[in-house]
């Protein structure tokens, strides 16, 4: 099936920091990809679709400056938070439709946990 | 605009006996449902999925689920719990009025809890 990575598994980071968080799809490729955020024993959160080669669209209440999207290939988005804060601190999963068949179905990253000090 | 309601935020059953976690979704559009399993540290697994074909969905490990329009529910169902089924479950739908390519709107999840 389907595989989808994300790089670093996980990350610790001093506060007013940047992390970048990367996303790949390994085996087919992905003009869509979407990132979610999950707090502890919490529910995933849509946070961006993110578009290969175009801007990202955010979802109500996420800011687009501190959450940054780039999608620059057709296997490849990257999330930077940029001037993180321990709020920010939370469980970072991204997804990719594989359209091919129209299936519907996306496959998930196994997630980066993020952790603001 | 869609969502997904899953009524219970734990479920505790013994080994052995069947599994029955709730899900009720809202959808403008006609949508495909998903039941997704997390377990401690671990990716998100795709159990089943609902796309408009049969509505009696049978998934990976013994799970099922059944698609009823009248009720708008999408029941995940297993004859026998196993004691690696304990887990955190979620309920997703996507309504497609994007076209195809969809972000997920999530349920709350369900724990499911095995007891020996």
């Known amino acids: 099936g389907a595989v989808v990575s994300q790089h670093p598994s996980w990350v610790i980071c001093k506060s007013g920091t940047s992390v970048k968080i990367e996303c790949r799809s390994l085996?087919?490729?992905?003009?869509?990809m979407f990132w979610y955020r999950q707090f502890p024993k919490q529910s995933l959160m849509l946070m961006a679709t993110?578009?290969?080669?175009?801007?990202?669209?955010?979802e109500q209440g996420v800011e687009k400056d501190k959450f940054l999207i780039n999608h620059a290939s057709l296997t490849l988005s990257t999330l930077t938070v940029t001037s993180a804060h321990p709020e920010d601190s939370s469980f970072y999963i991204c997804?990719?439709?594989?359209?091919?068949?129209?299936?519907?179905?996306?496959?998930f990253g196994p997630g980066t946990r993020l952790t603001v000090t | 605009a869609q969502s997904v309601t899953q009524l219970d935020s734990h479920v505790s059953v013994s080994e052995g006996t069947p599994v029955l976690l709730r899900c009720n979704y809202s959808?403008?559009?006609?949508?495909?449902l998903f039941w997704y399993v997390q377990h401690p540290n671990k990716g998100l697994q795709l159990l089943l999925k609902y796309t408009s074909a049969a509505t009696l969905v049978k998934g990976i490990n013994g799970f099922e689920a059944e698609f009823k329009k009248s009720e708008t529910s999408f029941h995940l169902t297993k004859p026998s719990a196993h004691m690696s089924d304990a887990a955190e479950y979620f309920c997703v739908v996507s309504d497609h009025s994007g076209g195809g390519a969809d972000g997920l709107t999530f349920g709350k999840g369900t724990h499911l809890i095995i007891q020996p």
């Open positions: 997804s990719a439709p594989n359209l091919a068949g129209f299936s519907y179905e996306q496959y």
């Open positions: 085996d087919f490729q992905a003009t869509t």
């Open positions: 993110s578009n290969e080669g175009s801007k990202a669209t955010y």
């Open positions: 959808s403008s559009y006609s949508p495909s």
